[in-house]
């Protein structure tokens, strides 16, 4: 059974800091790693791809992966209260971009406190 | 806006019924991923369709069903309704199965 893990929360951080995120899963064959952002009531939406081992940085948002460990994390610097929502790890058999077979962890619910 | 629609956005059924729920994905979009998404919990895969052909199929018994039009629009069809089924079924779509999917408003599903 393929599991993604993450810690449910929920997370708070005050506004400015970093907040940071972390997922680990258990199938070595996964090729392609994924964060989405989950407002309540609303539909998961892309955030970071990641498909190396190491970092990737875009805007505020670091995604780090660790094959090795089976790790990956999502930091966000100069955390907003918009940044408040749940955050899901997601992984992925094939390497690439897309929505094939994705294995979702439950989320972590991250609050920014102004 | 992702341009990738589903109906309804809430549904109410009793036990036993059938449900089809439907996605229109993003023009351009070939394939379109179906997803349900229980309360507190993650999104989980059910199956991907592309180009018509199911491509793919989640740990979920042969009661969801579904299928892809010329139009690359999809349907997903849960039939013998169980209290379990009641969750957020999530369609994604992407112009292929390597491109980046978006995501539709979602159709909660209530069974009572």
């Known amino acids: 059974q393929k599991e993604v893990e993450q810690n449910s929360g929920p997370l708070s951080v005050p506004e400015g800091a970093i907040a940071s995120l972390n997922c680990t899963y258990s199938?070595?064959?996964?090729?392609?790693f994924f964060w989405y952002r989950q407002y309540s009531g609303k539909s998961p939406e892309l955030i970071m791809s990641i498909y190396s081992n190491g970092d990737k940085e875009d805007g505020r948002f670091t995604a780090q992966l660790n094959k090795a460990s089976q790790y990956v994390s999502l930091l966000i610097r100069d955390s907003q209260p918009s940044d408040s929502a749940t955050y899901l790890c997601a992984v992925s058999p094939r390497s690439g971009a897309g929505s094939y077979q994705l294995t979702f962890g439950k989320g972590t619910k991250l609050s920014v406190i102004p | 806006e992702t341009g990738v629609t589903q109906s309804p956005t809430h549904l109410i059924k009793t036990r036993g019924q059938q449900v089809t729920l439907r996605c229109s994905s993003q023009s351009g979009h070939n394939t379109v991923s179906w997803y349900q998404q229980a309360l507190g919990q993650g999104p989980q895969f059910i199956f991907q369709y592309y180009r018509e052909e199911e491509n793919g199929r989640g740990n979920f018994p042969p009661r969801f069903s579904g299928l892809q039009f010329p139009n690359y629009s999809s349907e997903l069809n849960v039939n013998a309704l169980e209290l379990d089924d009641s969750a957020l079924y999530l369609c994604?779509?992407?112009?292929?199965?390597?491109?980046?999917?978006?995501f539709g408003q979602g159709t909660r599903l209530t069974v009572v």
């Open positions: 199938d070595r064959g996964s090729q392609s």
């Open positions: 994604a779509s992407s112009s292929s199965m390597n491109t980046e999917a978006f």
